[in-house]
């Protein structure tokens, strides 16, 4: 009987604010759990993109004529914003404007044809 009349309702005895407490801080936790997670898989995912260093990750590229290039003449595209040095290797002339298919390079120019249409 002793066991029973000492008997605490601990449910009662926790103040209802340490409860909010303990909730708010589960709830924090679980938001920065998720925010790391996610940065974590964007960190990861970008050193997994193809990796754009000198004239031979650019091979196979589409890009744009700057100038009109004459065949087997030198001149000037951007591919993503950037300006490269080339030698038109196709049949046609290029126009300004035209798209242009990176085809190989040579020395530190690279070799384009003009796209068709």
């Known amino acids: ?6 008997f605490i309702n601990y449910a009662a005895a926790v103040p209802e604010s340490l409860i909010f407490g ?11 759990i998720t925010f790391t997670i996610y940065y974590l898989y964007k960190i990861i995912s970008s050193q997994r993109r193809r990796k754009y260093t000198g004239s031979e990750a650019v091979i196979n590229a589409v890009g744009t004529a700057t100038n009109n290039i004459a065949q087997n003449a ?23 404007y ?5 085809t190989g390079r040579s020395g530190l120019k690279l070799m384009v044809k003009k ?3």
Do not use: C, R
């Open 22 to 32: 303990v909730i708010l801080i589960l709830i924090v936790f679980i938001l920065i």
């Open 74 to 96: 030198g001149g000037f595209i951007t591919i993503d914003g950037v300006s490269w040095e080339v030698i038109n290797s196709g049949e046609e002339d290029i126009e300004k």
């Open 115 to 117: 796209l068709k249409k």
């Open 1 to 6: 009987m002793w066991i029973y009349n000492n």
């Open 98 to 102: 035209d798209k242009v298919l990176v």
